[in-house]
């Protein structure tokens, strides 16, 4: 019954902005939410995740390359992720889903039970 919709992808020029949304339905305030990059020929990773309280995390791969740039946030009100994305470069380039779990051991381990469709950013130089 969860659902997850991403929006917010797109075409930009290097050093544009995104802000990518996650509108999700049918869960409770205590999941933990985040997103996923995958990029052809590699496995999805997590980008960063953030607690049904607001405390983001930014880790793995990303966590020196996104620093500064991208910013989680979430809106408890109806349960909406946004994952800003300013100064874009090329190599942020790739599909990003929004996923979510009760556990958020789950979400760093890369099996959430619950993912979006995906949305396409690319990033041009």
């Known amino acids: 019954q969860v659902q997850l919709v991403e929006s917010g992808g797109g075409s930009v020029q290097a050093g544009g902005s995104l802000r990518l949304s996650c509108a999700a339905s049918?869960?409770?305030?205590?999941?933990?939410m985040g997103w996923f990059r995958q990029t052809p020929g590699k496995e999805r990773e997590p980008v960063a995740g953030?607690?049904?309280?607001?405390?983001?995390?930014?880790?793995?791969s990303f966590v020196n390359s996104v620093k500064g740039r991208f910013t989680i946030s979430k809106e408890n009100a109806n349960n909406t992720v946004y994952l800003q994305m300013n100064s874009l470069k090329p190599e942020d380039t790739g599909v990003y889903y929004c996923?979510?779990?009760?556990?958020?051991?789950?979400?760093?381990?890369?099996?959430?039970?619950?993912w979006g469709q995906g949305t396409q950013v690319t990033v041009s130089s």
């Open positions: 953030i607690t049904s309280t607001g405390i983001p995390t930014y880790t793995g």
């Open positions: 996923a979510a779990d009760q556990k958020n051991s789950n979400f760093w381990a890369g099996r959430p039970n619950h």
């Open positions: 049918e869960v409770t305030t205590d999941y933990y």
